[in-house]
């Protein structure tokens, strides 16, 4: 006679194992492993900080964004100078000790711009999220719950934006701005002139 089957261990008879007749029903029960890991965290949050663990580009990614949030939200701490102060005694300085990027033309220190940027960038980067995130939200919702002629009309709305490349469209939103600038200069050095 066959020992006893040990408890986690895989059964032996392959009759068994497999519910055909002649098998031992006894030795047929075989755990099922069901990927959980014991004396971890099983949540789906988890898992993906795991997989994002392990990639060390996304990582370093991690710690640079973590970085510029830091520096923005303690920009007013961390500049040396007020970077709209102006000392024009101090135009054009090469990077020192007392200046670590230099200064700018109007004798503004260029490190403190920079900390101050990356707080407006973030400001600006976090407002367009929101909002277009709002837009979305909404157009979608009311294309999905009205549906018919709303839910076309939103569409091609969306199709004509998706049709250009977002750079084409800004060249020419910049183009259509810096043609009515160029014209307004112009048509005014002409009268001055």
Known sequence: MNPPPTPGAPATDPAAALGLPGGDP???????????RRGRSNGQFAEI?????????????????AFEIVMAIISPFSTPYDPFEQNLL?????????????????????????????????IVGLSVVFFSLVLGLTLGALAGFKGGAWDAVIARIIDIFLAFPPLVGALVIVRGSAVGRSRSSSHSSRWAG
């Not at 006894?26 to 959980?36: F, I, K, L, N, Y």
Request: hydrophobic share 45%.
């Open 90 to 122: 101090n135009t054009l300085q090469p990077p020192s000790s007392a200046h670590f990027f230099g200064t700018d033309v109007l004798g503004r220190d260029l490190y403190s711009g920079i900390i101050y940027g990356v707080r407006l960038a973030m």
């Open 26 to 36: 006894a030795e047929a029960v075989t755990p099922v492993p069901d990927g959980r």
């Open 49 to 65: 900080w795991r997989r994002y663990r392990r990639n060390k580009l996304a990582m370093a990614g991690l710690v640079i964004v």
